[in-house]
Nanobody
Framework: QVQLVESGGGLVQAGGSLRLSCRAS????????MGWFRQAPGKEREFVAA?????????YYADSVKGRFTISRDNAKNTVYLQMNSLKPEDTAVYFC????????????????WGQGTQVTVSS
């Protein structure tokens, strides 16, 4: 069982940056692949980024955030991060982190554990 708590959301102007954190409770954090998803009002939850388990040697990004967002993990702190730069109004959404013991998937169904989400609002 893994419990996830996101933090770091907020209001930022377009072009600004935010860093989201997701801290996991429980043991064996390093064995979980981690993902970030987002959901805007009236839209489906969409993939943002994912990182493989253990050393996090493999990372994956949605085309819409590639080159602007960076996912990373610190296994000693049981935490996964999402550094978001050059933010755009269309990045506004609730951001969720997710964990799975299998692989770094690009679909919500590929994850067993979810956080409660953190709001990111980008003003124009």
């Amino acid at each position: 069982q893994v419990q996830l708590v996101e933090s770091g959301g907020g209001l930022v102007q377009a072009g600004g940056s935010l860093r989201l954190s997701c801290r996991a409770s429980g043991r064996a954090f390093s064995t979980y692949a981690m993902g970030w998803f987002r959901q805007a009002p009236g839209k489906e939850r969409e993939f943002v980024a994912a990182i493989s388990n253990w050393s996090g040697g493999s990372t994956y990004y949605a085309d819409s955030v590639k080159g602007r967002f960076t996912i990373s993990r610190d296994n000693a702190k049981n935490t996964v991060y999402l550094q978001m730069n050059s933010l755009k109004p269309e990045d506004t959404a609730v951001y969720f982190c997710a964990a799975d013991s299998r692989s770094a998937a690009r679909t919500p169904s590929g994850y067993d554990y979810w956080g409660q989400g953190t709001q990111v609002t980008v003003s124009s």
